[in-house]
């Protein structure tokens, strides 16, 4: 007979940020969100076949600040969210989601 143990996700989510809504998992939420961005501007760099200090200088900062936004260290305020969308050639679209609210 094999062996087989279930695994709760939710259980261990639970376990290690609290109850959804809590602070501690409205912060882990938070943090994972910054991190799935970054990875986000990083992967739509590359592709654009930029380096850091190329988008850097296109949009008029220096490449350890693009290095920091790539990490999740820092949030890019709006309108240096669009200079960086325009200097990697890529155009920005604001739509509604079916049921988001």
Sequence with gaps: MRNEQIYDVSAELKREFGEVGSESCEKAIAQAWEEYNAQILLDARKNAGLTQAELAE???????????????????????????VAAMGLKETLQPVANSL
């Design 58 to 84: 296109r949009i008029g900062t220096d490449k350890g600040y693009i290095s920091r936004l790539e990490r999740g260290l820092t949030v890019p305020t709006v309108s240096t969210l669009y200079k960086i």
